[in-house]
């Protein structure tokens, strides 16, 4: 478990309906379970709710980009191709803006639960990163890994973007980014708030819009232990100095205190930047906090 800088802890510092469930259980053979969790909570969240393709505006040229699986093949520019043994689209700057990307938080923190039965932060993180990706697939959009540059489209995107993700981590920060492109975060974000807002304000500066939602297991909510208990950190590489508490219920309230501090300040980092910030813990559903996302991606003017 972790808090805002202290007290140190464990942690860190169809989709239209039951057809698409049975479609994503049959693709249980091939693909990763949590590629399967995620076509399944994307599912539950998309029943009632439809998935929306915007059409490109402007015609002001950004740049020729490879051929994706799902574009349309009348996009496909010749000139361009026929100079390669690629297939290239012509894409221009407001449709380059509607990529999405996104990020998950893979510092060793993120790998804690706090009882048996919770899923670990990074797991949960990735379920609702996958299943957000596999709306925004369905929906038409084009969505990446933050500091990657490939983007990921169609609806048979979703297991490579997996693939992608199990070997991505690289900070939240993206200097290829188009302006007016989103981009989506997901961590426990109980770093030092100047490392959030250095990462937000690099984003925001070029004109990204975004959304940070912090996943946290329940402990480090309510700091659940009693009696005397030695809290350690979990990086090695640089290892927080252990802490022994020798009666925990006594410093409940001001941890409460601090926790409550750091997340307004994670919230006026957001709302200075524009940007929106949600919680969400793991012991419960990740249909609310998915539905809740794909509500703050909805169409709007870039």
């Not at 670990?120 to 990657?148: H, I, P, Q, W, Y």
């Not at 925001?204 to 297991?217: K, N, S, W």
């Amino acid at each position: 478990m972790a808090g805002p800088g202290w007290p140190p802890g464990p942690g860190r510092a169809g989709l239209g309906g039951p057809s698409a469930v049975l479609a994503a259980e049959a693709l249980g053979g091939r693909l990763p379970p949590l590629v399967v969790a995620a076509e399944r909570v994307a599912a539950t969240v998309m029943q009632g709710v439809h998935g929306r393709r915007r059409a490109g505006q402007g015609d002001a040229f950004w740049q020729f980009r490879p051929y994706l699986v799902g574009d349309a093949v009348g996009r496909i520019d010749w000139r361009q191709s026929a100079r390669s043994d690629r297939l290239f689209v012509r894409e221009t700057e407001w449709e380059a803006a509607q990529s999405v990307a996104l990020w998950r938080d893979a510092a060793p923190g993120m790998s804690w639960r706090g009882g048996e039965g919770r899923p670990e932060k990074r797991e949960r993180a990735e379920l609702l990163l996958l299943a957000l990706a596999s709306l925004l697939l369905r929906g038409g959009e084009r969505v990446r890994l933050l500091g990657a540059r490939r983007a990921f489209a169609g609806r048979g995107a979703l297991a490579p973007l997996a693939e992608a993700l199990s070997r991505h981590a690289p900070p939240p920060a993206d200097d290829a980014l188009p302006r007016h492109a989103r981009a989506v975060l997901f961590g426990d974000f109980l770093a030092p708030l100047e490392e959030t807002r250095a990462a937000v304000a690099a984003l925001a500066g070029r004109g990204v819009r975004g959304h940070l939602l912090q996943v946290l297991d329940p402990a480090e909510e309510t700091l659940p232990y009693a009696g005397r208990v030695r809290f350690e950190g979990v990086a090695a590489a640089n290892p927080e100095t252990p802490l022994l508490l020798p009666r925990v219920e006594g410093v409940r309230a001001l941890y409460a205190e601090r926790l409550a501090a750091h997340r307004a300040g994670l919230s006026a980092i957001a709302g200075a930047a524009g940007w929106s910030f949600a919680t969400h813990r793991t012991d419960m559903p990740p249909e609310a906090a998915l539905l809740a996302l794909w509500q703050a991606l909805a169409p709007g003017p870039p």
